[in-house]
């Protein structure tokens, strides 16, 4: 059985994010203000990266955070406790005590 690994599945579709627009890791390093290691390690999964980084490189692909994410995604269905079937791009949120006074 194959684990959920999100760092990796968002790694590849970073990766494949900066495929399709024809840059190199060292461009991509540039337009997100980023080390060229960092988005190395970030391609093969080999960091979690923030929000903040994630919001930087989904600028620096000229992509909404939300594409980044599908590909990995579809490779992950959850499993509810109550044995229903939430599909494949159901996702749960967590949200800290602090976000709850604003809501």
């Known amino acids: 059985m194959q684990t959920y690994n999100p760092q990796r599945l968002f790694g590849t579709s970073v ?5 399709q ?3 190199s890791q060292e461009i991509l390093a540039e337009r997100s203000k ?3 290691t960092y988005i190395s390690d970030a391609e093969r ?3 979690n990266p923030s929000l903040k980084t994630i919001l930087r490189l ?9 594409t980044l994410f599908p590909a990995a995604l ?3 269905r959850p499993n509810d406790p109550r044995g229903n079937d ?8 967590l949200i800290g005590p602090q976000a ?3 809501l």
């Open 100 to 102: 709850l006074d604003h």
């Open 15 to 19: 990766k494949a994010s900066r495929n």
């Open 21 to 23: 627009l024809g840059i």
């Open 45 to 47: 999964g080999a960091c």
């Open 74 to 76: 579809e490779h992950w």
């Open 86 to 93: 939430l599909g494949p791009h159901s996702v749960d949120i």
């Open 34 to 36: 980023l080390h060229r």
């Open 58 to 66: 989904a600028q620096a692909l000229e992509v909404s955070v939300s």
